[in-house]
């Protein structure tokens, strides 16, 4: 099995900057066009929820190989910060987890037995399917294993699925090139039928369109759940794939839940082209200095882990 726990890491990097960048807009005030001008708003830029779960699964990912859902489960409801922004129903998920409740039977009743659809599975997944470069139905396993201690519903552990997949590929064409339709293609096999996958076969058509319109048809994230945020980050991401700031700036254009769909859009673009910069763009040293720093768990878990492994 070939991981990549680089390309891991830089979409952790790429997923929180986008995160916290993206939540600054929704402090009144916020100028796009400043940010279009090369002035972003004043540093630091806290992170949110969106940063603090994929922490927690990058660290899980990083330091077991794959993912252990009980375990997961216990970080998540360790770990939670609820000013951080996390919705009302993650937080009784996550607070009966801690009380002792199973997951699957705190998940599972959530929404009156339907379970939770929200974005927030997806918002989580692409340093997951970094790390499983070039290997989607890995990343695609571990990924619905991820969704499931707090996402029951089927159009949210597809979101992640189809995310992990993206970042997959993002990942393992870094070195070479992927265009717009090759990563939308690279999903195809997982559109489970659903309004998630709807979506992304309708963003496919839309390839070409600009922000407004791909917003338009397939949501920008306002209604909080897959279908309405995972085609068109998924959209974003394979237009801008080559291009971190423009691909952020995107989401914020959009407007919506912008630190969610910055924070997709981030970990698959970022998890394609790194720091790198030149005539591709990766994330601007400017704006991951700005970034609040990861909490020292985490990165301390980068540190033992090393390179890529095989």
Not at 227 to 232: G, I, K, L, Y
């Given at each position: 099995?070939?991981?990549?726990?680089?390309?891991?890491?830089?979409?952790?990097?790429?997923?929180?900057?986008?995160?916290?960048?993206?939540?600054?807009?929704?402090?009144?005030?916020?100028?796009?066009?400043?940010?279009?001008?090369?002035?972003?708003?004043?540093?630091?830029?806290?992170?949110?929820?969106?940063?603090?779960?994929?922490?927690?699964?990058?660290?899980?990912?990083?330091?077991?190989?794959?993912?252990?859902?009980?375990?997961?489960?216990?970080?998540?409801?360790?770990?939670?910060?609820?000013?951080?922004?996390?919705?009302?129903?993650?937080?009784?998920v996550?607070?009966e987890?801690?009380?002792?409740?199973?997951?699957?039977?705190?998940?599972?009743?959530?929404?009156?037995?339907?379970?939770?659809?929200?974005?927030?599975?997806?918002?989580?997944?692409?340093?997951?399917?970094?790390?499983?470069?070039?290997?989607?139905?890995?990343?695609?396993?571990?990924?619905?294993?991820?969704?499931?201690?707090?996402?029951?519903?089927?159009?949210?552990?597809?979101?992640?699925?189809?995310?992990a997949?993206?970042?997959?590929h993002?990942a393992?064409?870094?070195?070479?090139?992927c265009?717009?339709?090759?990563?939308?293609?690279?999903?195809?096999?997982?559109?489970?039928?659903?309004?998630?996958?709807?979506?992304?076969?309708?963003?496919?058509?839309?390839?070409?369109?600009?922000?407004?319109?791909?917003?338009?048809?397939?949501?920008?994230?306002?209604?909080?759940?897959?279908?309405?945020?995972?085609?068109?980050?998924?959209?974003?991401?394979?237009?801008?794939?080559?291009?971190?700031?423009r691909?952020?700036?995107?989401?914020?254009?959009?407007?919506?839940?912008?630190?969610?769909?910055?924070?997709?859009?981030?970990?698959?673009?970022?998890?394609?082209?790194?720091?790198?910069?030149?005539?591709?763009?990766?994330?601007?040293?400017?704006?991951?200095?700005?970034?609040?720093?990861?909490?020292?768990?985490?990165?301390?878990?980068?540190?033992?882990?090393?390179?890529?492994?095989?």
């Amino acid at each position: 099995m070939i991981v990549n726990s680089q390309s891991a890491r830089d979409s952790l990097d790429g997923l929180s900057v986008g995160d916290a960048l993206g939540a600054q807009f929704f402090v009144p005030g916020r100028s796009l066009a400043d940010l279009i001008d090369g002035r972003p708003p004043a540093a630091p830029w806290p992170w949110t929820d969106d940063t603090e779960m994929a922490c927690s699964v990058y660290s899980e990912i990083h330091t077991r190989g794959h993912i252990d859902r009980d375990a997961l489960a216990s970080a998540f409801a360790d770990r939670c910060e609820p000013y951080r922004g996390y919705g009302g129903g993650t937080v009784v998920v996550l607070h009966e987890i801690r009380d002792g409740r199973p997951w699957a039977e705190a998940a599972g009743a959530s929404f009156g037995g339907r379970g939770s659809w929200g974005n927030g599975a997806a918002m989580r997944a692409a340093p997951l399917g970094a790390y499983f470069a070039g290997r989607p139905d890995e990343a695609a396993a571990q990924a619905a294993m991820s969704a499931e201690v707090t996402h029951s519903h089927p159009e949210a552990i597809v979101g992640a699925m189809l995310v992990a997949v993206a970042a997959s590929h993002a990942a393992a064409t870094r070195e070479t090139s992927c265009t717009p339709t090759e990563l939308l293609q690279a999903v195809d096999p997982y559109l489970i039928d659903g309004r998630t996958a709807t979506g992304v076969r309708r963003a496919r058509r839309l390839l070409g369109r600009s922000i407004a319109e791909a917003a338009y048809e397939l949501g920008n994230g306002a209604q909080v759940t897959a279908q309405d945020t995972v085609p068109f980050a998924l959209w974003t991401a394979a237009t801008f794939l080559t291009d971190y700031p423009r691909a952020i700036t995107a989401c914020i254009e959009a407007g919506g839940d912008v630190d969610t769909t910055a924070a997709i859009v981030g970990g698959i673009v970022a998890a394609h082209t790194g720091h790198r910069h030149g005539p591709i763009r990766g994330i601007p040293p400017a704006w991951l200095s700005s970034r609040e720093p990861l909490p020292t768990w985490a990165e301390a878990d980068h540190a033992w882990g090393g390179g890529d492994l095989r």
